[in-house]
């Protein structure tokens, strides 16, 4: 893993997207990498850890170069208000794969205790890092608050979809828990455990009772009294997919639930 001004200036203008192909021929050489291979971005939100900056290799063969964070001169663009603009200041690496791909990418990041952090999906050359980068600070937003979460963006596409566009997400939230949310905090976080342990339990009733340490019945009343609060039926495959959002929605506000 290489970090370093001289990476950053090659980085920047790659990692803002739009680069001319002649910045990105230019860029490519300075680095040392090919203009086309298998590459991911990582965004951290916190300070990357010394450890990950070490000379080198990953054991699959993998090569990171970290760059300047987001926000700094040069490293970020974009519309206002977007997903990428709320992930400024944060520490951003390139990663060119190696055989294990970007899940090895996300493991080594657990590994090295660094997080919370988002990596992107797969792209295909220097030309693409840009939207490679804007996609990774969409993974980080869906990471819970005061987590050390590392995701992947295609592990968390509902929520990264949600973190998107805010003003839908806090208008859903309203609209599909609105009554829940008037409940006192203890009333109210015991029937979202309740839920959150039925989905984590397939939709099983007897299992998500063993999991709260409670009646199976105790568990079925929460979740009859959670669905007249929500006017929304669990049975219901529309309606159960606007609980299930809402939650991601609750889960990723700064508030407890």
Known sequence: MRRGTRYGVLLGPLLAGG??????????????????????????????????????????????WWGAALGSPGAEVGSPGGAEDRAEGREVAVVL???????????????????????????????????????????????????????????????????????????LLAEVFGPLLTLVPAERSLLVETLEAWLECGGSVGRAAARLGCHRNTVFNRLRRLERLTARSLSRPRELVDLVLALDVLRLSSAPP
């Open 97 to 171: 794969l190696g055989s294990a791909g970007p899940a090895r990418a996300a493991a080594r990041l657990r590994e090295l205790g660094a997080g919370p952090g988002g990596v992107s999906p797969v792209v295909g050359s220097l030309a693409e890092l840009g939207a490679a980068r804007r996609l990774a600070g969409t993974a980080l937003l869906t990471c819970e608050p005061g987590s050390r979460e590392i995701v992947r963006l295609d592990e968390r596409l509902p929520a990264a979809l949600l973190v998107s566009r805010p003003e839908l997400s806090t208008r």
């Open 19 to 64: 680069a001319a192909p002649d910045l990105v021929t230019r860029a490519a050489r300075g680095l040392g990498l090919p203009e086309r291979g298998r590459y991911a971005v990582v965004v951290l939100g916190t300070p990357v850890p010394d450890a990950a900056v070490a000379e080198g290799p990953d054991v699959d063969g993998a090569r990171w």
